[in-house]
C-alpha cells in the first residue's frame, strides 16, 4: 500500500532554472513530511522538512509547499545546479515514526 | 511485491539489554543498508550489507553489529543499549551494479525506544 508516490520516476531540467518535484500522499494522519538527497553509491542526505502546521519552509536554494487540502507537497530548487542531480526521496511520518517514502525522482541538471 | 519489510515496527527496551531488527528486501535486490534517524534529524549510515558481508560502515560503535542471510535479509543488533540509541532504524535494499545501488527502497522502519 503506497502511501507516498512520486509520479514522475525522472526530471531534466536546464542549469538556472527551477526544478520542482512533487510527492503526493494518501493518510491525512501525516504530520510532518521530508525531502532526502541521494547520491549514486551513497546514503540519503536529509534536505528540508515541513510540519503539517505549515505550508512552506524555505532553505537557500530550496522551498516546500505542502497543500494538505490536495495532499500534495512540492520540493522547489532554484536556481538548479549541475550538482543537484541526484535521486530525491519524498518522506512522510505520523509523530515522526513508521516513516513512509516515496519512489524517488532522478533529477538531471543540464549545464 | 511486498517491498521492504522491517519487523518489528516497535520496540522498548531497557539500558544494557540487546536489540535484534530484521529487514526483508525488496524481490530483485541483494544489497541492505541500515540507517539510525534520531528524533529531528537526517539518516545516519550504520552499515551495508552485500553477498554476506559488510561491505561499508558508517562511524558507529562496535555495539552495532550486523548479518545477512543467503536470501539477502538482514538483522541488525546492538548490544548494551543506551538510551541515546533510541531512534528509528531504517533499512533500504538495493541491486548493486558496478559499485553502484539501483533502485534504492526504503523500509517503514522499526521505531526503538530505550529506557
Known amino acids: 500500500d503506497q502511501q507516498v508516490k512520486q509520479n514522475s520516476p525522472s526530471l531534466s531540467v536546464q542549469e538556472g532554472r527551477i526544478s520542482i518535484l512533487n510527492c503526493d500522499y494518501t493518510?491525512?494522519?501525516?504530520?510532518?513530511f521530508l525531502w532526502y538527497k541521494k547520491y549514486p553509491a551513497e546514503g540519503p542526505t536529509f534536505l528540508i522538512s515541513?510540519?503539517?502546521?505549515?505550508d512552506k519552509n524555505e532553505d537557500g536554494r530550496f522551498t516546500v509547499f505542502l497543500n494538505k487540502s490536495a495532499k500534495h507537497l512540492s520540493l522547489h530548487i532554484v536556481p538548479s545546479q549541475p550538482g543537484d542531480s541526484a535521486v530525491y526521496f519524498c518522506?512522510?511520518?505520523?509523530?515522526?515514526?513508521?516513516?513512509?517514502f516515496g519512489a524517488g525522482t532522478r533529477l538531471t541538471v543540464k549545464p | 511485491d511486498a517491498g521492504v519489510t522491517q519487523s518489528p515496527t516497535h520496540l522498548i527496551k531497557t539500558r544494557g539489554q540487546q536489540v535484534t531488527l530484521r529487514c526483508s528486501p525488496k524481490?530483485?535486490?541483494?544489497?541492505v543498508s541500515w540507517y539510525q534517524q534520531a528524533l529531528g534529524q537526517g539518516p545516519q549510515f550504520i552499515f551495508q550489507?552485500?553477498?554476506?558481508?559488510?561491505?561499508q560502515r558508517g562511524n558507529f560503535p562496535d555495539r552495532f553489529s550486523g548479518h545477512q542471510f543467503p536470501n539477502y535479509s538482514s538483522e541488525l543488533n546492538v548490544n548494551a543499549l543506551l538510551l541515546g540509541d533510541s531512534a528509528l532504524y531504517l533499512c533500504?535494499?538495493?541491486?548493486?551494479?558496478?559499485?553502484?545501488?539501483?533502485?534504492?527502497?526504503f523500509g517503514s522502519g522499526t521505531r526503538l525506544t530505550v529506557v
Open positions: 533500504a535494499s538495493s541491486l548493486l551494479v558496478g559499485g553502484t545501488d539501483y533502485g534504492y527502497t
Open positions: 493518510n491525512s494522519m501525516f504530520d510532518y
Open positions: 515541513i510540519s503539517s502546521i505549515k
Open positions: 518522506a512522510a511520518s505520523q509523530n515522526n515514526n513508521d516513516m513512509r
Open positions: 524481490s530483485g535486490h541483494d544489497t
Open positions: 550489507y552485500y553477498e554476506e558481508e559488510e561491505r
